[in-house]
């Protein structure tokens, strides 16, 4: 028999051996997920013995991730803003980058409009939603997405997160018209797609061959549901509301010249861990 430690070297060293970069956290993953147990708990039993069933299920799992599907979609939970999150192939995995966006939002609200009422547009998972629900308790939100599958991924995460009071997962298409009814809005949120089409084939294989390319494809030059959000769904910001956008590298600027034509007052950008332009903010 072998220990959780044993299973969790061989995998990270296979891992490491064939070029995985984030071959150490992904291990202890994997482990965790055939285990059955959360990291903590992983870490807490590390040295115990375990059955051959887990190992089985680890080589299982590596080899999974070797063919190059994401760790997240292996173990179907990811991390966004601290929060677990159930991701599944019908929706992104969450990205580092989408935190940028949160942290526009919140800072904007604190102190300002704390009961603000917030759409997610293109929510996928509905990592933001839970995010802003988490971290401004007194926020209302609709999550909406044209993924009827997505939407049950979203209304899972919302569950789980304890935020089912607060927080309405609807379908609906954000290139029309927006359904009757929805009210009005202090801020409209929002992480289209937002790929050129005539880049999605260039893109890294773990995310082309695993990831849904509906959520992805921006359309010619990216920039089709920034047009689309804007022309459409403005009208449902109440006066001195905001609208942000994550936005593709590049785009900024392009996005933020969108927003001033459309009779944005005040438009801002703020950037990544790396320094790319990330968030563009307009307000009405």
């Known amino acids: 028999m072998k220990t959780y430690n044993d299973i969790y070297l061989s995998a990270r060293n296979i891992l490491r051996q064939y070029g995985v970069e984030g071959y150490n956290l992904e291990a202890k993953l994997l482990v965790a997920r055939a285990a059955g147990k959360t990291l903590p708990q992983l ?11 887990v190992e089985d299920q680890v080589l299982d799992y590596t080899a999974r991730r070797l ?10 939970t990811w991390e966004f ?25 919140k800072a904007l609200l604190l102190g300002h409009k704390m009961d603000a009422r917030i759409l997610d547009l293109c929510c996928g998972s509905g990592c933001i939603s839970c995010a802003l629900g988490h ?23 919302v569950a789980q997160n304890r935020l089912n009071s607060r927080v309405i997962c609807m379908q609906a298409d954000a290139t029309a018209s927006p359904p009757l009814g929805l009210g009005q ?28 390319v509906w959520a992805l494809d921006g359309g010619a030059g990216g920039l089709r549901f920034y047009k689309a959000i804007i022309k459409y769904w403005k009208s449902l910001l109440r006066p ?4 942000l956008f994550e936005v593709g590298d590049g785009q900024a600027e392009e ?13 801002d ?3 990544d861990t790396i320094g790319v332009d990330r968030v563009v903010i307009g307000q009405i």
């Open 240 to 243: 001195g509301g905001f609208l």
């Open 185 to 212: 809005f202090d801020m409209i949120v929002s992480n289209p797609p937002y790929i050129p089409s005539e880049e999605i084939l260039r893109l890294d294989s773990s995310v082309r061959d695993y990831e849904p």
């Open 255 to 267: 996005v933020r010249e969108m927003l001033g034509s459309a009779g944005f007052d005040r438009t």
């Open 67 to 76: 063919r190059g599907e994401p760790v997240a979609y292996i173990t179907g």
């Open 135 to 157: 971290e401004l308790p007194a926020t209302k939100l609709v999550a909406v997405d044209i993924s009827a599958s997505a939407l049950e991924v979203c209304r899972k995460n």
């Open 43 to 53: 870490l807490r039993d590390i040295n115990l013995y375990t059955t051959q069933n």
């Open 269 to 271: 950008l703020r950037k």
């Open 81 to 105: 803003y601290g929060l677990p999150m159930t991701v599944t192939p019908d929706v992104l995995i969450p990205r580092m980058d989408t935190e940028v966006l949160v942290d526009a939002a």
